[in-house]
């Protein structure tokens, strides 16, 4: 597993795949493997580089204020680091979150621009929902238990719950098997997401983007549509119709499918 200097901290990540460059930023408390179910496909048109953020993973998880402008300075100077002087960029929840601040602040090192689960900026719901997230942590004194136990309900339907309960318990089993994140470094995270604006930068995204929701999702549902694609210049949008969360996982075969169409359709 590679390691370069970024900023304050050494930063890990992985690459496999040939073609341009595309950058896959993970979620909240998740580690590079979480694209573990796009990687197959992905790899076969693109150089996937996925990266652990800082906080999370095998990357430094230093004390300080996090926030998704400063993950997205992180993506940046990883990208100068491994000599990427531009790149498409997909990233699901928190890892749309940074990819915002990246094409908005850093638009041309951005090629195109995937948001997955995106939200432009955090409303009451969502700081409720996150400050839940960190209250139960705290009280089972694990972050990957918490995840289990407390955004999983969210990630995925109740009927998938319902018909596929071996394969709720294999990726239960797959966050277990993974570093574990500090009680501290969540909480940075975390309130990241809490604090995450960028309303005033979406005018600067320059890049053609893919913005997706599941239909079902209440974290960041539909709701925050209008102002992503009212905001960014070039965007389209897709539902993933049987999926919350997670469609990464709820759906992978549509999900993969769709999400490469457009990243095909960016690539030359």
């Known amino acids: 597993m590679p390691k370069v200097r970024v900023n304050d901290i050494m930063m890990n990540y992985e690459q496999q795949g040939t073609g341009e460059p595309l950058i896959l930023i993970p979620y909240l408390a998740a580690d590079n493997a979480c694209y ?3 990687l197959g496909e992905y ?9 652990d953020p800082r906080g999370a993973g095998e990357t430094d998880k230093p004390e300080g204020g996090y926030s998704t402008e400063s993950f997205a300075d992180d993506v940046a100077g990883f990208m100068q680091a491994v000599g990427v002087e531009r790149a498409h960029v997909s990233g699901l929840s928190l890892g749309a979150a940074i990819g915002m601040w990246l ?10 621009l ?4 995106a939200w432009p900026k955090t409303d009451p719901f969502l700081k409720t929902v996150a400050q839940s997230w960190q209250a139960m ?3 089972l004194g694990s972050v990957t238990e918490m995840v289990i136990g407390g955004i999983f309900p969210w990630c995925f339907t109740p009927e998938l ?11 239960a089993a797959f966050v277990r098997s993974r570093p574990v994140q500090p009680l501290d470094a969540f909480g940075r995270q975390s309130n990241a997401v ?5 309303l005033a930068i979406l005018k600067n995204i320059e890049a053609p983007t893919q913005i997706t929701n599941g239909r079902y999702d209440m974290v960041t549902s539909t709701r925050f549509s209008e102002a992503m694609t009212s905001g960014i210049d070039k965007t389209e949008t897709v539902i993933f119709e049987t999926c919350a969360h997670a469609p990464i996982y709820e759906s992978v075969d549509e999900f993969n499918q769709k999400t490469l169409s457009f990243l095909n359709r960016q690539t030359g």
Not at 43 to 51: L, V, Y
Not at 103 to 110: D, I, M, R, S, T
Not at 161 to 171: R, T
Not at 194 to 198: L, T
Request: charged content about 20%.
């Open 161 to 171: 719950y319902a018909a596929k309960p071996e394969y709720i318990d294999s990726l």
């Open 43 to 51: 790899s076969k048109h693109f150089t996937c580089i996925s990266i």
């Open 194 to 198: 809490i604090a995450h604006d960028a």
């Open 36 to 38: 573990a179910f796009q």
């Open 114 to 117: 995937s948001l997955h689960s």
């Open 103 to 112: 094409a908005g602040k850093y638009p041309q090192e951005v090629k195109s």
């Open 137 to 139: 942590a705290k009280g």
